[in-house]
């Protein structure tokens, strides 16, 4: 979720063993991004967002396929 619209550089997606899992690396600033998660095993993730200026944020995540 971006909700002030800010110019995203990164959105990462790792599992908690600390393995990345999926990577997007947008050219917009939209408010909402999707990850397709069928592939993913059933468990928690921990998604981060880095922006173009460089402010990062982490957020866990349950995915139950």
Known sequence: LNPASKNIADISVFDLAGRLVAQKNPKDSNQEYTFNTSA????????????????????KVSVSN
């Not at 059933?42 to 957020?59: F, H, L, P, W």
């Open 40 to 59: 993913f095993a059933v468990g928690i993730y921990v998604v981060k967002v880095t922006t173009n200026d460089d402010e990062e944020m982490a957020r």
